[in-house]
């Protein structure tokens, strides 16, 4: 079964700075997808970023960036320009091949940013 | 925007009653799920629905059914509630593709059994 792990339970950062959360999957497959969900307090899960296992370039969305490893398995996310409202929980998830209508989910990082 | 409703934010029952938590989507995405959300362990799939009338077992089904007679609308059923199904609900949908397949979830109801 495909395990996605977010070692961090809990990280903060400072207004403005630029904060790194990790992720680690495991899969045998060779094509899959993988997404970063941001839930903030009392509020619904929304996806951050996603990217293609097959392209080599990272995907970026405004100041969210990953730093995708694949052959170390590694998919991480970083917040640049960290913002008050980024506060949130973050979890890191796997669609473990191309038409697999699940997903894989870690237990969550939840990010604090401090004024 | 793809929109995903949760019939309550917050249910408070009491055990042995039977507890219905109804999810409705409104872009005609044929898959949609129940999950579970614990502090400490993530999200945790209960079932999922493929298609009207098709269901499929997640990961943590005991105690749990689930209903989707109309394509919008999936219901997660506790037929008998415990406490330890104190939590937190979060319904989903997605398209089926035959690629990436991007969830898109509801506000979730936070559920407490007495």
């Known amino acids: 079964a495909q395990t996605v792990t977010q070692s961090q339970p809990e990280m903060s950062v400072q207004e403005a700075e630029t904060v790194t959360l990790s992720c680690t999957y495991d899969?045998?497959?060779?094509?899959?997808?993988l997404f970063w969900y941001k839930q903030p307090p009392s509020r619904q899960m929304i996806l951050v970023i996603r990217q293609e296992a097959y392209k080599q370039q990272n995907a970026t969305e405004n100041r969210f960036s990953v730093n995708f490893q694949k052959a170390a398995k590694s998919f991480s996310l970083k917040i640049s320009d960290s913002q008050l409202g980024d506060a949130a929980m973050y979890f890191c998830a796997s669609q473990p091949q191309g038409g697999s209508e699940k997903l894989v989910f870690g237990k969550g990082t939840k990010l604090t940013v401090n004024p | 925007d793809v929109k995903v409703t949760q019939s309550s934010r917050y249910l408070v029952k009491r055990t042995g009653e039977k507890v219905f938590l109804e999810c409705v989507q409104d872009m005609d995405h044929e898959n949609m799920f129940w999950y579970r959300q614990d502090p400490g362990l993530g999200l945790r799939l209960i079932y999922f629905s493929y298609d009207v009338k098709m269901k499929e077992k997640g990961d943590i089904p005991e105690g749990y059914s689930v209903s989707r007679e109309k394509k919008e609308r999936f219901s997660l059923i506790l037929e008998s509630a415990s406490t330890n199904q104190t939590s937190m609900y979060l319904c989903?949908?997605?398209?089926?593709?035959?690629?990436?397949?991007?969830?898109?979830f509801g506000p979730g109801t936070r559920l407490t059994v007495l």
């Open positions: 989903a949908s997605s398209l089926r593709r035959l690629f990436i397949n991007e969830q898109f």
């Open positions: 899969t045998s497959e060779s094509d899959y997808y």
